[in-house]
């Protein structure tokens, strides 16, 4: 059965390149980033979880965690995080997730026959606090994932999932959103002192409310 948006996130038990790991246990009470690779050993993902390593701070000042996963044993994991850490330079500081019985790569609808039977298609989802999926993109095996945009939509389910506002196309941190629908235009200023700009009726834009 597919996994969607709003659905709880399964969860784990599982071995990793830094040992046995709960997955709810390690998100605690943070939001988590869980995504899948094809292979270990492979040139794409290299540059992902090298990518990944590189952006430590900005995922920790987001309360986030993240954990990565292949079908591949954790031996194929700890030599590829030697290659990682060489050709990237950096420090891979988060868990890889051995699975080879494919059982979590299932229950998270990460096999796509139609792609490839028996390994893991670029699958990423962002859980939140509550242990709900907040996001899911699916990338193929040839075409890297951006981590801008990933940083930028974390940034945003977190903005939105504390204030009633949503954010418009191309939005990065810092800029104007949108007030939702369900805020009538009248009680607008008191919610949001810093005032609004009414382009249209449903249309109400307001600055950044946490910054």
Known sequence: MSLRLGDKAPNFTAQTSQGEINFYDYLGDGWGILFSHPGDYTPVCTTE???TAALKDEFAKRNTKVLALSVDSVESHQGWINDINETQHVEVNFPIIADPDRKISEAYDMI???ASVNATIRSLFIIGPDKTVKLIISYPASTGRNFQEILRVLDSLQLTAYHSVA?????????DVVVVPSIKTEDIPAKFPKGFKEVKPYLRLTPQPNK
């Open 112 to 114: 796509h026959p139609n």
């Open 49 to 51: 979880l090298g990518r």
């Open 167 to 175: 954010t418009p196309a191309d939005w990065k941190d810092g800029e």
